[in-house]
DNA sequence: CCTCATTGTTGCAATGTTTCGAAACAATGT
DNA sequence: ACATTGTTTCGAAACATTGCAACAATGAGG
């Protein structure tokens, strides 16, 4: 029973560490209305191929997209589509949380 | 307008790091019902309390729990209730991924 | 007022994990 | 064979986590 508990936080862990990274998070929002290959991506999102493929793998690790061997090209899909209600659940939470924090004045539009 | 879209995701990804371990989510758990100071959570989560002390810390500043001083004690409080929807969410997506990866068979109650 | 016990936080050093870019490698279609 | 696209490997740098010890803050009792 403890071990149940322990196993489903870190499972929680993984996925929410799946989303801890800025450039995923780019990666899951250009994703979300349609399928890109890893090369778009990268171009898209400014960062070599390499690094790209490596956070998309990441994101298909714990179930977030898919991907799909079309030719040449792999095309990845956004699978998980609560993941875009808790980011921006999230973004929310941030801001209001940023506003508090620093008084209440600058930033976040 | 470029800056403002990198500033969104650093602020998301801040709050989903915060996330991203097992402890945490652990102590945010335990904080659902009631507000606990920081040796109950300590004692309860079985670790030290300067290691509680600091998990702490890395959720209230990013705002998903605030802190009261009550004589020599300090509560703490969820102030972020949405966390624990998407943490069932993401244990449901995490589980489901879970499956499908190990194809269906063990695990996951 | 002063000392003491209790509770939290912070500093530190050791250990482990993550990220990145470049280069090597693999897979596919022409 | 060759060009294109993705993935993996490697080392270096940055970051995160831990436990202990030192420190700070609060309240109780003499």
């Given at each position: 029973m403890e071990d149940t508990l322990r196993r489903k936080y870190e499972l929680r862990a993984e996925l929410f560490k799946a989303l801890a990274?800025?450039?995923r998070l780019h990666l899951l929002e250009l994703l979300r209305d349609r399928?890109?290959?890893v090369c778009e991506l990268a171009?898209?999102?400014g960062i070599d191929k390499s690094v790209a493929s490596k956070?998309?793998?990441q994101l298909k690790a714990v179930g977030l997209i898919a991907d799909?061997?079309?030719g040449t090209l792999v095309e990845?899909?956004?699978e998980a589509p609560?993941?875009?209600e808790m980011a921006a659940c999230a973004e929310a939470a941030a801001a209001r949380s940023l506003r508090e924090r620093l008084g209440?004045?600058?930033a976040l539009a």
């Open positions: 990274h800025p450039m399928t890109w290959c171009a898209a999102a956070h998309l793998s799909e061997r079309r990845y899909r956004l609560c993941v875009l209440g004045a600058e």
